[in-house]
């Protein structure tokens, strides 16, 4: 049973979607804190719609935080941690703005009474009519389809998935379990995580940071936990796009070379050297850039869509 107390601060990172950012606040106002404080921080990384106005106007009572351009996801919710510290945050709460969350989202807090844990996750499901295949399913089972039940690592070819993607959800994954892997969509740290092993890595700037920070958390001792007493919905494209956008291509290709070539084995490391290679004599454009600019140590942002689609 929980006993302890947490100051609880929560990271929402905001680019053009005020629409989003304001349901996703609006679900936020409606939670159990089951003990707990809960403060919101809003990052908007530079939008240029009326996000910043509006947000203030609706929820004077969160902290907005304008950075003035877009600072991608890891360093929009950099910024929100330096605020997270500063203000006396025990447990770093960092949210899609693309999501809705239940009432008992913060039932989460519990994982952290055991000191073993650094890091938490949600059982996390498409927003009903917003899965990738939504035609396949009954209207009663939309909104309980799974987008994220834990996660699984394939290192022998590097690439993180969602346990459960696309599956009803019958009950299959209502145990907490120990996971190599949170996404960002919904991901809990305690304050002492992010004291020794320092914030997302901005070189990543979008895409694979998550995985990143959860290998650095393990690498540091601590447990990472799916729960799924914690429930979120995801409006899946909501944040920047399904996977095989141009923006999606670029980052996801670079990053997963600068990551392999960090923590892959061996063997890993020459598999994607050639994959590479492969990517650099192709027909894409965007691919054969991220390429050239992970071989050449260009990192954080460096995509501009308009000029290589």
């Given amino acids: ?16 979607g005020k629409d989003d950012t304001v349901r996703c606040l609006e679900s936020l106002q409606k939670i159990s804190l089951f003990g707990n404080t809960l403060s919101i921080i809003v990052v908007d990384n530079g939008s240029t719609n009326d996000s910043v106005s509006v947000i203030k106007k609706t929820f004077p009572g969160i902290f907005v ?22 203000i006396g945050a025990d447990l770093i709460w960092f949210l899609n703005n693309d999501t809705l969350v239940d009432r008992q ?18 059982k996390i499901y498409f927003a009903a009519g917003h899965e990738f ?20 690592v394939d290192w022998n070819n590097l690439y993180a998935s969602h346990r459960g993607v696309d599956e009803v959800d019958h009950g299959q994954y209502d145990k907490s379990i120990e996971t190599p ?33 959860n290998i650095r958390i393990q690498k540091a001792g601590y447990k990472t936990i799916y729960f799924p007493k914690s429930i979120v919905w995801h409006v899946n494209a909501g944040s920047s796009g399904r996977p095989g956008n141009p923006m999606h291509e670029y980052y996801f290709t670079r990053n997963r070379l600068f990551l392999g070539m960090r ?29 050239l600019d992970w071989l050449f140590g260009r990192l954080g942002f460096q995509y501009e869509p308009k000029k290589y689609n």
């Fill in 1 to 16: 049973m929980k006993t302890k107390q947490y100051n609880i601060i929560a990271i929402i990172v905001n680019w053009n």
């Fill in 133 to 152: 295949h939504h035609d396949r399913y009954k209207e009663s089972e939309r909104g309980r389809v799974f987008w994220y039940a834990g996660g699984i």
């Fill in 181 to 213: 892997f949170i996404t960002g969509c919904s991901l809990v740290v305690r304050r002492e995580v992010v004291e020794r092993v320092g914030m997302l890595d901005d070189k990543y700037f979008l895409y694979l940071e998550d995985l990143d920070w």
């Fill in 65 to 86: 935080i304008e950075t003035g351009k877009n600072l991608g996801f890891t360093g929009g919710n950099n910024i929100g941690i330096q605020k997270a510290m500063e």
């Fill in 263 to 291: 923590y892959a084995s061996l063997r890993t490391k020459f598999a994607l050297i050639r994959e590479g290679f492969r990517f650099f004599i192709g027909k894409s454009a965007i691919r054969r850039k991220a390429v």
């Fill in 105 to 122: 989202v913060l039932s989460f807090a519990s994982v952290f009474d055991d000191s073993s844990v650094g890091a938490c996750g949600s």
